[in-house]
């Protein structure tokens, strides 16, 4: 008689929100890559609880207030330097991009010459948490889905220098409704293989901040 090999709970945990963040990224149309910067000056970033509540309540409050077809993917990272909170994600806005300006909740910055796609500064998160930038996409969109989802990396293994885990009650964050794909096959390898090329490929999608 040998032992069973003991489930890894936690891996499969994190595999799942993985395979998870990847459906929702591929199966939705996402307009702008949402970088946020936290200011300490603005919002205690050593909590990070407390951060995320307040960023998901903001969110909550764009649907429930002022644009109903927003929506997004928000996954939370540690600077591999610092340790300090900041975020990626995917947005989509209800609202056309005449009213988000009009309304004073854009502000456009400039294009990227390499990349020739337009950048905002996004007023309402700037107000309240930090630098705040919106990059329109224009292409790679399927690129930028497993960079973002990468950092749900195993927890064995660390990326970067850092050891990914989840930060606040959750691997990543989405809001409600998103579209998703009728079936994903993506086992333990394959995302991990996934994990490994994304996190040594040049993103062509990086910005400033």
């Known amino acids: ?10 891996e499969e945990s994190r595999v799942r929100a993985f395979r998870q963040c990847v459906e929702y990224g591929l199966n ?3 307009q702008y890559f949402l970088t946020v910067t936290l200011d300490d000056k603005k919002i205690d970033s050593k909590n990070h609880n407390y951060v995320i509540k307040k960023l998901l309540k903001e969110f909550n409050n764009i649907r429930g207030r002022y644009d109903s077809g927003f929506r997004y993917l928000l996954v939370p990272e540690l600077s591999p330097k610092s340790n300090r909170l900041h975020f990626h994600g995917l947005v989509k806005f209800g609202k056309s991009l005449e009213e988000l300006k009009k309304d004073g909740e854009v502000k456009y910055l400039g294009v990227n010459k390499k990349f020739k796609n337009r950048y905002y500064r996004y ?4 107000r309240k948490f930090g630098a705040s930038r919106l990059d329109e996409i224009v292409r790679d969109s399927p690129a930028i ?4 989802a990468a950092y749900l990396g195993k927890g064995n293994r660390k990326i970067d220098n850092r050891k990914i885990d989840k930060i606040g009650s959750r691997f990543y964050y989405s809001s409600k409704g998103l579209n998703k794909a009728s079936k994903i096959k993506l086992d333990k390898t394959a995302a991990d293989n996934i994990i490994a090329a994304v996190r040594h490929m040049t993103a062509t999608f990086q910005n400033e901040f």
């Open 1 to 10: 008689m040998y032992d069973k090999k003991e489930r890894d709970y936690e």
């Open 123 to 126: 007023e309402r998160f700037f």
């Open 145 to 148: 889905v497993y960079y973002i």
């Open 28 to 30: 939705n149309d996402w």
